[in-house]
């Protein structure tokens, strides 16, 4: 299905070769978007790429290690190279399942580096090139909401990326550019079964009893999937939310309600 809307706005999005990152690709494709995706995962994202091109849009598959401040730089700067950089959706994140005194530096680091780190320095780059106003969506979570004994670096990270939101979004408000965030529960994704089969086999039980014990305590009584984010993330990116900048938006099934 080929799109009509002017090619040269581009959408770049990080963290997109897989899970969330993936759907939130291909619903701003179909949104009118040229997508420029970045990504660890050279071979994921080349499918992907195949897939928005299927569609009838132009796209870019970038391979960056978002961790490096100069890898994240430069996929930016080539993205901008594809059209008028409009959209950035600071996807890209990692989790990692370990209880709160068995936390090493190391950890701490790695987790707080592409949590939070990257997306501070992707939104300045970003916004560099947006001149003529944008539109800015980071990945929160309900992690960042409330804490998580078993993730708390995690969770530290995805509550300072609602404060980051909010700064850049007073920071770059007279730009044009609105700078908002979503926070997903429990999303139908590889990272999702990774903490089940972490927290599986601390309890004894099956990834698939650790999953569903989660779900059971999802007010609307089911898994996200993918589309669900991504539906969010295009309204944020649509006219209709032209006048919302500095927000955390909890997309979630009714898990977290302030
Ligand atoms: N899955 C959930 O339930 C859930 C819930 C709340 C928030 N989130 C957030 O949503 C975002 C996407 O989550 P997901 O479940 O799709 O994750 P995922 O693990 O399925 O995908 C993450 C993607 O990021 C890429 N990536 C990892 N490290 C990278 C690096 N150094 N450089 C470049 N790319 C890198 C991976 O290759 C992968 O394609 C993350 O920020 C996550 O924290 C997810």
């Given at each position: 299905m080929k799109k009509d809307s002017s090619p040269s706005k581009v959408a770049v999005v990080t963290g997109a070769a897989q899970g969330i990152g993936r759907?939130?690709?291909l619903r701003l494709a179909r949104d009118g978007f040229s997508i420029a995706i970045i990504d660890i995962n050279a071979d994921a994202l080349n499918q992907v790429k195949k897939e928005i091109e299927a569609l009838g849009v132009q796209a870019l598959a970038l391979k960056a290690d978002l961790t490096r401040v100069d890898e994240i730089q430069n996929?930016?700067?080539r993205a901008a190279e594809l059209g008028e950089l409009t959209v950035l959706v600071n996807n890209a994140g990692r989790v990692l399942i370990t209880p709160f005194l068995e936390i090493g530096e190391a950890e701490w680091?790695?987790?707080?580096?592409?949590n939070l780190k990257t997306v501070f320095f992707a939104t300045q780059f970003a916004a560099?090139?947006?001149?003529?106003?944008g539109r800015i969506v980071n990945l929160s979570s309900i992690s960042g909401r409330s804490g998580r004994s078993d993730q708390a670096?995690?969770?530290?990270?995805k509550c300072a990326v609602i404060s980051l939101t909010q700064s850049a979004a007073l920071a770059f408000a007279s730009q044009g550019v609105t700078v908002n965030a979503v926070c997903?529960?429990?999303?139908d994704t590889p990272m999702t079964v990774g903490i089940h089969e972490?927290?599986?086999s601390?309890?004894?039980?099956?990834?698939?009893?650790?999953?569903?014990?989660?779900?059971?305590?999802?007010?609307?009584?089911?898994l996200e999937t993918t589309e669900d984010v991504a539906g969010a993330i295009s309204f944020l990116c649509s006219p209709d939310a032209a006048y919302i900048t500095g927000q955390s938006l909890n997309v979630d099934g009714g898990m977290e309600m302030n």
């Open positions: 759907a939130i690709s996929a930016i700067n680091d790695a987790i707080l580096t592409l560099k090139q947006m001149k003529a106003g670096h995690y969770a530290a990270a997903p529960g429990v999303v972490v927290r599986a601390s309890l004894g039980i099956t990834p698939q009893e650790s999953l569903a014990r989660m779900v059971a305590k999802i007010p609307l009584g089911r």
